[in-house]
C-alpha cells in the first residue's frame, strides 16, 4: 500500500517538483481475547507500526513466533475491531481469539515483548500512547544547511561508523553541524536505539546545539524516528533509505525538514525546504 506526495527533488544543485510513491504506516493495535475463569477476557497485547494489508497473517505469525500459541489451529477466529478512521479509513485493531491457552502467562508475555523488542512504539500496548507529547511546533529559521552538507552526509556516516565496516549490519545515528563536522555518532542493530543513544548522548554532554546542526541517519526514516528528533527539537532529518507516509505527516504537522534517499548527487525534500540553501 502506497500513497502519493508532492515533493521537491534536488539534483545536481538543481529543484524540480514531482510526485513521489510513499509506503503507508499506520499502527496495528494486537489484542488477544482467551477465557478465564469462564469469563473472555480481551487483553491488549502490542502496537507495531506496519504497512497495511495481511494484518491477519501478522498477528498469527506475531503469536506463533512470539510462542503465544503454538499451534495455529489455536486461533479460533480474527476480528478488525474499532472505528474506520484516518485517510486510509482503516480499523487498526486487530483482535485473536484464542481457545486453548491454559498454559500461557499473559502479564510475562508482555514483559518480555516489550523488553525484546526493536521499535519503542512496538512495545506500547495503547493506540494513545503513541500521542506526540509536543505542544509548540518547530523554529523555521533554523538550521540552514546547505545541500553540500547534505549530499556528504552518507559518506560522512560511513566514515565514522565503527562497527558497520566490520559487520555490515548495524544502524547509525550522526549529528552533523551545519560546517559538515560529525559531532557525535552512535550505532546499534536497531536504528531506533541508535537515534536514542545519540540523543541521550548528545544531552548529556550538552553538545545538542539544534539552531546549528541536523541528524543523518543509515536507514529508512519512520514515525518513531521523526518522533524522538522532535523530541530533541531537530529541525532537519536526513536518511538514506525512503521516510514513510506517517514520518511525512508528522514532519508536516511540527515542522520538521525531512529528507530521504539521500545519495552523493540528489535527496527529496519531503516537507519544508526552505531549511535548505542551494548552492547556485
Known sequence: ??????????????????????????????????????????????????????????????LFNER??????????????????????LQNIIEAKIG????????????????NSSCGVCGKTSLDAIQVIKENKLDLTFPLINEKIILQSPKLLMNEQSEFSKTGGIHASALIDVS?????????????????????????????????????????LNFELVQKGLMGNI???????????????????????LLGFVKESSFNIYSNKKRIILSS
Open 235 to 257: 529541525g532537519v532529518m536526513a536518511g538514506v533509505g525512503a521516510p514513510t507516509s506517517l514520518a511525512i505527516d508528522l514532519a508536516k504537522r511540527f515542522d520538521m525538514t
Open 100 to 115: 486453548n491457552i491454559d498454559n500461557i502467562e499473559i502479564g510475562k508475555l508482555k514483559r518480555n515483548f516489550v523488553t
Open 180 to 220: 559538515g563536522n560529525v559531532i557525535a555518532i552512535k550505532e546499534d542493530v536497531g536504528r531506533h536505539n541508535a537515534l536514542d543513544k545519540l540523543i541521550g548522548h548528545s544531552i548529556s554532554k550538552k553538545i545538542l546545539n539544534p539552531e546549528k546542526q541536523f541528524i543523518a541517519c543509515s536507514g529508512r
Open 68 to 89: 503465544i500459541i503454538t499451534n495455529i489451529n489455536d486461533i479460533e477466529s480474527i476480528e478488525h475491531k474499532g472505528d474506520v478512521s484516518g485517510d486510509y479509513e
Open 1 to 62: 500500500m502506497d500513497i502519493k506526495y508532492n515533493i521537491s527533488k534536488l539534483k545536481n544543485s538543481k529543484l524540480e517538483e514531482i510526485k513521489d510513491s510513499v509506503s503507508v504506516e499506520e499502527p496495528l493495535e494486537m489484542r488477544l481475547k482467551y477465557k478465564k475463569n469462564n469469563k473472555w477476557e480481551v487483553e491488549n497485547i502490542s502496537i507495531t507500526m506496519r504497512t497495511p494489508g495481511n494484518d491477519e497473517d501478522l498477528i498469527k505469525g506475531f
